[in-house]
C-alpha cells in the first residue's frame, strides 16, 4: 500500500439531496472476536481526494480521467489556478496531494462537504489541535499547508457552487452504499488486532474504521487514529490486507536515534540509495526512512495476513509492487520468518535493533534475502538502474 495517515469519520451528511448512510458496524459474533469493525462512507475526504486527483496526480489521473475534466469544467478559471498551485506546491516537496489534504483534515470533521470548507476557514481551531496530538504531527509542514488554506477553500467553494454534492451524491453513493454492507460482510470474520498488537509488542484499540471513498484509487490511506481510506470497489480480502497493512504505520518512532544509527550502513549503501532515488516519485516514498518505514509495514502486514488467510505469494507481491521498489520489504520477511520472530512476536522495534546487532540486516544481507525472496534480477536490476557496478556495492 501507498504512503500515508489520516483521520475521519462520516455519515453522509451533504444536504437534502443526498441519501443518508448510516455507519455500519460488525455484529459480535464470539466473545473471543477482538476487533471490531466499523464500515462508513465519508464524502467530505472524497472531496479532498477528487482535488489531489484533478491537481495533477499522475497515478490518479488513468482511475479518473473523465471525472477530472468534469469537475475542471466545472470550476471557474480561479478555483482551477488555485487548484494547479496547491498540486504543484505539494509535489515539489514530494508529497501526494490527496493523501496530504486528508491526513491533516481527518483532524477535524470531514462528513460533509462543508465540515471541510469550514476547517479550511479556521485550521488553527479545528484542524491543529487534533493533528498535533497526532503522531503525525509536523510543525513545519503545517505551517506550509495552512499557507495554502486561501487556495484550498477557494476550490471546495467551487466544488460547492458547481453542485459537486448532488453530482456525488446521484453519481457515487449507490456503489459505495452497496460496497459498505459488502466490506463488513468480507472483513467481520477477520481478527487482526490481536495479530497486530503481538509483532508490535503494545496494546491496541479494537476498533478498525474503514471509510469508503471514490477517489481513492490506487491508495490504501492510514489516517489519524485506527482508520484508514478505502476504494469502493476493491474485494473484501483487499481491505482485510489494507487493514492488516494500515494500522502498522508507522512501527517504530521514526526519531528513535538508536535505530537510526543501526540503519546507517544501510542507508550509505549504493544500491539502497539507488532504491530511494531511482524509483518513481509519485509512488511515494522518496526518503530513505520512508522506505524503511513502508517496508517494514509490508513486511509485517505479510506476515498477518497469511497467518489469516488471505496472504498473496510475497514473490509475486514484492517483484512488481510499485515497479519492484519494496526489496528491504521481502528482505525483512525472510529474516523474521527465519529467526522466528513472525511466531514468537515481541516489539518490532525491538527485534529490528537485534536484527542490525547480530548482523542480519547488513546491505549484503539485505540483498541476498531479497533475492531469496525475489529473485536476482529483481534485486539486480536496482544496480542497472543507477548505472552501477554490482561490485561496488559489496
Request: with cysteine; proline share 6%; hydrophobic share 45%.
Amino acid at each position: 500500500m501507498r504512503l500515508l495517515v489520516l483521520a475521519f469519520a462520516g455519515a453522509l451528511a451533504c444536504g437534502s439531496t443526498v441519501p443518508a448512510v448510516a455507519q455500519t458496524e460488525a455484529p459480535d459474533h464470539t466473545q473471543a472476536m477482538t476487533t471490531q469493525w466499523r464500515v462508513r462512507p465519508a464524502p467530505g475526504l472524497d472531496a479532498l481526494m477528487l482535488l489531489g486527483a484533478a491537481s495533477g496526480d499522475a497515478l490518479q489521473s488513468g482511475y479518473y480521467s473523465e471525472e477530472i475534466v468534469f469537475i475542471r469544467g466545472q470550476l471557474d478559471p480561479a478555483a482551477v489556478a488555485a487548484m494547479d498551485r496547491i498540486g504543484q506546491r505539494i509535489r515539489s516537496h514530494d508529497l501526494l496531494v490527496g493523501p496530504l489534504l486528508a491526513l491533516l483534515f481527518s483532524a477535524g470533521p470531514v462528513d460533509s462537504l462543508q465540515d471541510i470548507i469550514t476547517s479550511a476557514g479556521d485550521p488553527d481551531r479545528y484542524l491543529r489541535p487534533g493533528f498535533e496530538a497526532s503522531p503525525s504531527w509536523d510543525a513545519e509542514r503545517y505551517a506550509g499547508l495552512r499557507g495554502l488554506m486561501p487556495d484550498i477553500l477557494t476550490v471546495l467553494e467551487g466544488f460547492r457552487t458547481s453542485g459537486f454534492e448532488t453530482w456525488y451524491a446521484e453519481r457515487f453513493m449507490p456503489d459505495i452504499a452497496l460496497a459498505i454492507d459488502r466490506n463488513l460482510a468480507a472483513v467481520s470474520a477477520h481478527d487482526i488486532i490481536p495479530e497486530q498488537a503481538r509483532l508490535l509488542g503494545r496494546d491496541l484499540e479494537p476498533t478498525v474504521e474503514i471509510l469508503i471513498l471514490n477517489f481513492s484509487q490506487p491508495y490504501g490511506i492510514r489516517i489519524i487514529g485506527q482508520r484508514f481510506i478505502a476504494y469502493h470497489g476493491w474485494p473484501g480480502d483487499t481491505q482485510v490486507r489494507v487493514a492488516a497493512h494500515e494500522i502498522f504505520h508507522p512501527p517504530f518512532d521514526r526519531g528513535d536515534a538508536d535505530l537510526r544509527a543501526r540503519l546507517a550502513p544501510l542507508e550509505s549503501d549504493p544500491w539502497m540509495i539507488s532504491i530511494v532515488e531511482n524509483h518513481d516519485p509519485a509512488f511515494g516514498y522518496n526518503s530513505f526512512m520512508g522506505v524503511v518505514n513502508e517496508d517494514s509495514t509490508q513486511a509485517l502486514d505479510q506476515i498477518v495476513s497469511e497467518r489469516i488467510g488471505v496472504g498473496r505469494d510475497p514473490s509475486q507481491r514484492w517483484q512488481h509492487a510499485d515497479d519492484g521498489m519494496h526489496m528491504l520489504a521481502a528482505a525483512l520477511y525472510h529474516a523474521m520468518k527465519e529467526d522466528g520472530f513472525d511466531e514468537r512476536g515481541g516489539r518490532y522495534r525491538d527485534w529490528l535493533i537485534s536484527a542490525f546487532d547480530r548482523g542480519l540486516l547488513t546491505p549484503a544481507e539485505v540483498r541476498r534475502r531479497a533475492t531469496a525472496i525475489v529473485g536476482a534480477d529483481a534485486v539486480a536490476r536496482w544496480y542497472v538502474v543507477a548505472d552501477m557496478p554490482e561490485a561496488a556495492a559489496d
